[in-house]
């Protein structure tokens, strides 16, 4: 079997901006295994919040070249690689690449019923209180909006959006830009908007505080877990747990760190990163544990690959074996 990687662009629709800076492009990186009959894929988003770049995680990958050659598969990945970007996309590969080889679904593989068509979450970037309301009014025919926030004035951003979207369910994720003493305002203006989950309101390692808050609204770890090594840390801070294949490091150990979640009482969104349809196929079979989905990321493209995921305004189906899995 040989390894082959290669990283691509993708163009955002304008632009995506969130509290750490903004983008017009989605860099990816794409892992293909194939024996010479059957190519197997996967597509990760190297993430510089966790300290990724693209040339590390395209040598990592590259790195396990000879290891997939002599027939390493997705267990002695989990014992070779750390959770993250570049695991990532050698796991799916290898799960597409297995399901591929055998003429069955990686559902099948995974001892998972087919998945089903879910509704995902669409994303508002983060901007002035005019600039969201505007968003939102363009967005509002969607069931479910993530707000992304950053800080100082985001209650007026979320009153703002509810404004444009009165009928719209609402997630913010304030992307870590929240400190103890803004808390208080924030949930409140939350709660007063209808919000239903707000996503990692405190900086990862910083969260402590949420232990001793009374709460209306659940709370998402996002930035504050990564893979089922974290989970203990979670509890009494934080009511779900958003997965997203690139910081649990592939398939394989996000369907673990879901069915540790639920064991544990905490609801499940299942993420994603601004990426192509390729990079949101194999997340798709996270869908029956999740209570939200937010598998958004074709939809923030000015183009996606062909073939994609097909989606039906907010309505995301399930990938066909020529995309993935």
């Known amino acids: 079997m040989r390894l082959d990687v290669a990283v691509e662009r993708w163009p955002i629709a304008g632009r995506f901006t969130i509290a750490r800076g903004s983008r017009t492009e989605a860099v990816v990186v794409v892992a293909r295994i194939t024996d010479g009959r059957v190519t197997g894929q996967g597509e990760c988003v190297p993430y510089a919040r966790y300290g990724e770049t693209v040339e590390g995680v395209r040598d990592l990958i590259a790195a396990q070249g000879e290891a997939i050659a002599a027939g390493a598969g997705q267990q002695d990945l989990l014992a070779r690689m750390k959770a993250g970007a570049a695991r990532n996309a050698l796991d799916c590969a290898l799960w597409d690449f ?8 990686a559902h099948d ?3 998972l019923p087919a998945p089903a068509p879910a ?5 508002l970037s983060l901007g002035t209180p005019e600039e969201m309301e505007a968003a939102a009014r363009a967005a509002a025919h969607r069931p479910l909006l993530k707000v992304k926030l950053g800080g100082a004035g985001d209650p007026a951003r979320i009153a703002a959006v509810r404004r444009g979207a009165p009928d719209s369910r609402l997630i913010v994720d304030a992307n870590e830009a929240w400190r103890p003493d803004t808390l208080q305002a924030n949930l409140a203006a939350c709660a007063a908007a209808g919000v239903g989950l707000i996503e990692q309101p405190l900086p990862a390692g910083d969260d402590a505080p ?10 998402c770890a996002d930035e504050s877990l990564h893979d089922r090594a974290g989970l203990d840390v979670l509890a009494g801070r934080y009511d779900a747990i958003n997965i997203k294949l690139d910081k649990a ?12 979640a639920r064991e544990r009482g905490l609801s499940i969104m299942v993420g994603c990163m601004v990426g192509t349809s390729l990079a949101m196929a194999p997340a798709m079979l996270l869908s029956g544990f999740a209570d939200y989905v937010d598998l958004d990321g074709p939809l923030l493209l000015a183009r996606d690959r062909e073939p994609g995921l097909r989606f039906e305004g907010s309505i995301v189906h399930p ?3 020529a995309l993935w899995g």
């Open 319 to 321: 990938p066909e074996p």
């Open 210 to 219: 949420l232990e001793d808050i009374a709460r209306t609204i659940p709370l």
């Open 249 to 260: 490091g592939g398939l394989t150990e996000a369907l673990l760190l879901a069915r540790a």
């Open 109 to 111: 593989l995974a001892g």
């Open 98 to 105: 297995e399901a591929k080889t055998r003429g069955v679904r």
């Open 119 to 123: 509704t995902t979450a669409y994303t």
